[in-house]
């Protein structure tokens, strides 16, 4: 059939629209500018109060210079309640959610081990943590602590800001070999992968352009559907295919030789998981209090969890509630923490948790207390969220303490019922 005019004008319309599409595409990569987001806002409100509580985080210096290095510490309990919605952390890593590289992450340690790789972390268990990191990039970075949980994602532990200064041209990051020398691994052979990425874009760019002028990758792959092969592909293509295909296959295999003869002593990258992390003792539920959760609302107008605990305390000392920690947020009785606290403002409620009575709770004594955990922090980070889920309930850490200064923290969860009318 002889092209019409109207079958010429379509193809002129869909090239100058497939052209469009790629600008635009283009146009819009080029203005992503740096996100300055908190993501762990967008998590589900279950899946960041029920998985994982990170308490007593400090990152040990918020104001650092270009190559100083500074490290967050903490621990990580990986609560009883974990939904059924997630798998439990048989495999994870501990890392840092940041805007990018701003800083090296030299080092990390969980249960003292030195865990650069995966590994596992059991329900139920409280870990110490510590990152060592070095600043990289000048800006004002909000940074986290996180886990990544295989199949689960990265869930984010609390944020805090921290200001780099300098230069960043100052920044090095030498790496001890084990031959003994010692190298720069920010710019240690740099050039050559510039080179390489140079080569291939254009070896790339080339080959697109190549088919472009010959009706296209789509327009093409149409033909050949229909069964057209024969008739789209002609001799001088295939010569183009084939001296193509062998001269990428030369170029990867030859300097691939070069590379590995230069190169002798190489090792792999490290795989495989880490096992039998040790855990922390005395840590969350081994205080000498059994607690029992009777039931709870949530009043989503007030911004309140309303939550009614059977305690007993089985202790020598006296004990108060001081302390309910959920999600990184931080709810605390003003009249057990009477000084200021350290902690990241957005996720410090100093006033947010009272009771229905306040006096300790006496050895030997049980007692029915009804925790109120009320703050707009429930709102600004999204917990509210619990409200709406398909099993409405909160859980998180309830820190006790006695007059000697001996604290026990007490993971605590159950069920809530919403209430939306303002009451
Ligand atoms: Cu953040």
């Known amino acids: ?68 290095e500074y490290e967050i510490t903490g621990k990580l309990h990986i609560m009883n309640a974990w939904p059924a919605a997630i798998e439990i952390p048989a495999q994870c890593f501990l890392n840092t959610g940041q805007p990018g590289a701003m800083a090296a992450r030299l080092g990390v340690w969980v249960g003292g081990t030195f865990t650069p790789r995966s590994m596992k972390l059991e329900v139920g268990k409280t870990y110490a ?20 949980v295989k199949t689960g994602g990265p869930i984010p532990g609390p944020g805090q800001y921290i200001d780099i200064k300098g230069n960043f041209s100052d920044y090095t990051d030498d790496v001890k070999l084990l031959n003994g020398t010692t190298v720069d691994i920010e710019t240690y052979g740099i050039s050559k992968i510039y080179m390489w990425h140079l080569f291939w874009i254009i070896v790339g760019g080339w080959w697109i352009l190549y088919w472009f002028g010959k009706r296209g990758f789509i327009g093409r792959f149409a033909w050949v559907a229909s069964g057209k092969a024969e ?35 190489t090792i792999p990258l490290q795989a495989g998981d880490f096992h039998n992390i040790q855990a922390l003792e005395n840590e969350v539920d081994s ?61 410090l409620a100093d006033r947010g948790l009272s009771l229905s009575d306040n006096s ?59 209430t939306f009318m303002p009451v």
Do not use: C
């Not at 709870?296 to 020598?316: D, H, M, Q, S």
């Open 287 to 347: 205080g000498p209090i059994t607690l029992k959760y009777l039931n709870g609302t949530y009043k989503v107008p007030g911004r309140e969890l309303v939550a009614n605990f059977k305690i007993t305390n089985n202790g020598k000392e006296p004990v108060r509630i001081g302390e309910f920690n959920t999600a990184g947020l931080r709810f605390l009785n003003p009249d057990v923490f009477t000084s200021k606290v350290e902690y990241p403002d957005y996720l």
């Open 1 to 68: 059939m002889k092209p019409t005019m109207f079958s010429s004008l379509a193809r002129q319309a869909g090239r100058l629209w497939a052209l469009v599409l790629a600008a635009g595409l283009a146009v819009t990569m080029a203005g992503i500018g740096p996100a300055d987001a908190h993501g762990e806002k967008s998590q589900a409100a279950f899946l960041r109060m029920r998985t994982l509580n990170w308490y007593d985080v400090k990152w040990s210096k918020t104001n650092v210079t270009v190559n100083e």
């Open 129 to 148: 943590f510590r990152v060592l990191l070095k600043a990289r990039r000048p800006g004002h970075w909000h940074t986290h602590v996180q886990l990544s």
């Open 360 to 418: 300790p709770i006496a050895p030997g004594e049980t007692r029915d207390v009804a925790v109120s955990v009320q703050d707009a922090r429930w709102d600004t980070e999204r917990l509210s969220g619990l409200a709406y889920d398909v099993d409405s309930s909160f859980a998180g850490v309830l820190f006790f303490f006695s007059p000697s200064g001996a604290r026990y923290p007490m993971e605590v969860s159950g069920a809530v019922i919403p």
């Open 231 to 265: 008739e789209v592909i002609t001799p001088q293509e295939r010569m183009v295919g084939a001296i193509t295909l062998v001269a990428v296959l030369l170029v990867v295999i030859v300097f691939y030789a070069m590379t590995v003869s230069g190169n002798p002593n």
